[in-house]
């Protein structure tokens, strides 16, 4: 069975850091670009950060760029998302994606086929 599952989230104050984790089963992630996403309540889902499944290459969305870090570990079929400088506006359920190919343009929630459960992210003091 494919499954992407999403881990690492929590209640963290801000400023403070958290690494998500986006482990797959079922299929090797090495072959594809993964993309991480978030859905905030009342807001739609919006493309956070990807990595390329080649050259490591990576894209952060404006929000997020210079706090974020996208990375993947192949050998254990595992991508991740370290976040510091977390403020309450990164509130939201993280979500792990395998996409169509790297970029900002494919970084696309309607472009996704699968969606696991999610993690929540609360920044908050």
């Known amino acids: 069975q494919v499954q992407l599952v999403e881990s690492g989230g929590g209640l963290v104050q801000p400023g403070g850091s958290l690494r998500l984790s986006c482990a797959a089963s079922?299929?090797?992630?090495?072959?594809?670009?993964i993309g991480w996403f978030r859905q905030a309540p009342g807001k739609e889902r919006e493309g956070v950060s990807c990595?390329?499944?080649?050259?490591?290459?990576?894209y952060y969305a404006y929000s997020v760029k210079g706090r974020f870090t996208i990375s993947r570990d192949n050998a254990k079929n595992t991508v991740y998302l370290q976040m510091n400088s977390l403020k309450p506006e990164d509130t939201a359920i993280y979500y792990c994606?395998?996409?169509?190919?790297?970029?900002?343009?494919?970084?696309?929630?309607?472009?996704?086929?699968?969606w696991g459960q999610g993690t929540q992210v609360t920044v908050s003091s």
């Open positions: 990595i390329s499944s080649s050259d490591g290459a990576t």
């Open positions: 994606a395998a996409l169509p190919g790297f970029g900002e343009l494919l970084l696309r929630p309607s472009l996704v086929n699968y």
């Open positions: 079922g299929f090797t992630l090495d072959g594809y670009a």
